[in-house]
């Protein structure tokens, strides 16, 4: 048997450490960086069973050929007890196993610790408890797994990052990278490599390449075209897997090893399994958005595990744990891991072909719908991200989605459980009954595109081009600071409102029974005339200007009834526009959904075998290096 080292116990100096340190360690006491270390100002417990420090043995068990785990600490200072700990899924507090205890007396010298790990078939996390009697230092902590003689697998990664105009971000990952994995002593560091492809050509290539990192400057082909770069290198070069991780993400580089690490002890059951890290919130570090999503019927991607508070103990271990209930939703079956972290074997990128030119929405949940790899996910394996409603886009939520949803369908048969045009539907209603017709407008010219067929789809020029186009359409917000005055005009003063007034709904109908009936007339009434744009002549329950928020997802019917004025924010954005009704242009907007839906209908097998033959190219290597200017 050999020990593999397989997660440091992580402790940084990270805006991350200082805003959620429960991700790390729980303590009432100070735990700072030290010039040998990190010091624990005791006396006090340091619980260091957490979403970092914790090792997830339900998954380790699960993926990997290891046979039992170990726990490498050394300490210094005064006299300490170090205990392992358990938690399993009803678990909300950590349970030391005093037989584990080891005892450790003051000391100027490090002393090392070493308990070999137990735990039952119902724990999901161990961890490990430092009793201090006085200040502690700590240094060199790890878990290991033991794994037959030549079990070791040989890795080589790449991580491959595509950026556009994120100087400040990238150049930060970079040198996270050469510093603490390139620079490292690790065995990751001699099996690494970085690929950043610069998409917006603004970064200085020859200063940043060099030593295991190399900057390749690409034309605007969206993240869809540079993770195909990312891809092409990766074919050409040793390299046995190519993590994929967006450029505006905040990383450490400890997720980084425990993937490299998991790789080199992965069963064959999982051997080409994808690695999917979770997104954390960038503005709330220990919020775990998600770290596997599905497609569903309508046709929205979806977290795969609901929202989990990572600071709490209890959350870590469900996470660990959850399993959804296929029986009641088969629809989950659809998964696909997101390219902000996504690491994938190169073998199965030979196999199934390149990624579609998409240039956004799509392209990673398609990759992932049509390759159905096993995914292997877990505590400690994540980036930080800006939520994505901090950052909602009309030309991809409206247009790119309306094309692209259609087009992955029909090119590689993803998602068959799916209706694209149920979700496309519900945004037309929304954006109408809203008086967003700018916003509308996308969703018929993302349909129109997907109309034109694969050949001109395939075309090198039109993802870059069609993407501008629609930025260039989408409904134009304004500074707060502009739309102040107009605002008043319309009678809506900002001055006397807040945030929670735009996300306010009233209701439709009024009190007890009566007050119900009339409501699911008035919401009938809504959604089959638009918002009165159809037919009828809605007057509102209460005032005649609507507030809302100024995204696709917002749709308050109780405050749009009826009314001929919406003010909507962007509260994030501190920006917000004045719409006013406009019954013909509602309508004629409406009529050409209807037709372009008819198209689809009318025309989609013939279009679905168009798009079927055109796969083979579209996915191909050759096709690859001539859209990116590489043959």
């Not at 990270?14 to 790390?24: D, E, G, N």
């Not at 290891?66 to 490498?72: G, K, V």
């Not at 897997?241 to 992965?266: A, C, G, Q, W």
Request: proline fraction near 4%.
């Amino acid at each position: 048997m050999q020990k593999v080292r397989i997660a440091n116990v992580l402790l940084e100096e990270t805006r991350q450490y200082r805003t959620a340190p429960a991700l790390y360690l729980r303590t009432t006491c100070a735990a700072e960086e030290a010039e040998e270390g990190w010091r624990l100002s005791g006396p006090g417990t340091f619980d260091f069973t957490t979403f970092f420090n914790g090792l997830s043995v339900i998954k380790y068990d699960r993926y990997t050929t290891a046979r039992s785990y170990h726990l490498h600490l050394e300490l210094k200072g005064a006299a300490a007890r170090v205990t392992q700990t358990c938690v399993d899924t009803y678990d909300y507090y950590s349970r030391p196993q005093e037989k584990t205890r080891v005892d450790v007396a003051a000391s100027d010298e490090w002393v090392p610790v070493d308990i070999e790990l137990s735990y039952a078939p119902t724990d999901v996390i161990v961890g490990f408890v430092i009793e201090a009697e006085g200040e502690v230092l700590l240094r060199n902590g790890y878990y290991a797994a033991s794994v037959e003689d030549g079990a070791v697998r040989e890795v080589e990664l790449a991580l491959s990052t595509t950026t556009f105009k994120k100087e400040s971000y990238i150049t930060h990952n970079i040198d996270l990278v050469r510093e603490q994995i390139l620079g490292g002593d690790e065995a990751i560091s001699q099996h690494f490599r970085m690929y950043v492809i610069d998409n917006g050509r603004t970064l200085d290539a020859a200063a940043l390449s060099g030593d295991g990192v190399t900057v390749y400057p690409n034309r605007n082909v969206g993240g869809a075209g540079g993770f195909a770069y990312g891809m092409l290198l990766a074919q050409e070069q040793d390299v046995t897997h190519v993590l994929m991780m967006d450029d505006d993400v905040e990383v450490s580089p400890e997720s980084i090893k425990r993937t490299y690490n998991l790789l080199t002890i992965v069963n064959d059951e999982y051997a080409d399994a994808f690695v999917s890290g979770a997104m954390m919130n960038y503005d709330e570090p220990d919020i775990h958005w998600e770290n596997l999503g599905f497609m569903t019927y309508n046709g929205v991607c979806k977290s795969l595990k609901p929202i989990f508070r990572m600071s709490l103990l209890h959350d870590c271990a469900t996470c660990e744990a959850f399993e959804p209930a296929e029986d009641l939703y088969p629809d989950t079956k659809q998964r696909y891991a997101a390219w902000w972290y996504c690491c994938i074997p190169v073998s199965t990128i030979r196999e199934n072909g390149m990624p579609l030119p998409l240039f956004v929405r799509f392209d990673d949940a398609e990759y992932g719908l049509r390759c159905k790899p096993r995914f292997m996910n877990m505590n400690g394996i994540c980036i930080w991200h800006l939520a994505f409603f901090m950052r909602y886009s009309a030309a991809q939520e409206r247009y790119q989605t309306a094309r692209n949803g259609l087009v992955i369908q029909a090119t590689t048969g993803v998602a068959p459980d799916t209706d694209f045009l149920v979700e496309l539907d519900l945004g037309m209603r929304r954006e109408l009954s809203k008086f967003n017709y700018a916003d509308a407008e996308l969703i018929c010219e993302g349909l129109e595109d997907y109309l034109r067929g694969p050949e001109w789809f395939a075309q090198r020029d039109v993802a870059e081009r069609r993407f501008m186009d629609a930025n260039r359409s989408k409904e134009r917000l304004l500074p707060l600071s502009e739309l102040a005055e107009l605002a008043k005009e319309v009678g809506v003063d900002f001055d006397r409102l807040r945030a929670d007034d735009f996300f306010r709904d009233i209701p439709l109908g009024g009190q007890g029974v009566a007050g119900r009936l009339a409501g699911s007339f008035n919401r009938r009434l809504f959604e089959s005339s638009l918002n009165g744009q159809l037919f009828g002549d809605l007057k509102p329950i209460e005032g005649k200007v609507a507030l809302v928020e100024a995204t696709g997802w917002s749709y308050p019917m109780g405050a749009l009834f009826g009314v001929d004025t919406v003010v909507a924010v962007n509260i994030q954005l501190k920006a917000g526009v004045i719409r006013h009704r406009d019954n013909e242009r509602g309508k004629a907007l409406w009529q050409r959904y209807q037709q372009d839906v008819k198209r689809c209908q009318s025309e989609g097998p013939e279009l679905k075998r168009r798009y079927a033959a055109a796969r083979p190219l579209l996915t191909s290597v050759d096709y690859w290096k001539r859209y990116l200017d590489l043959d």
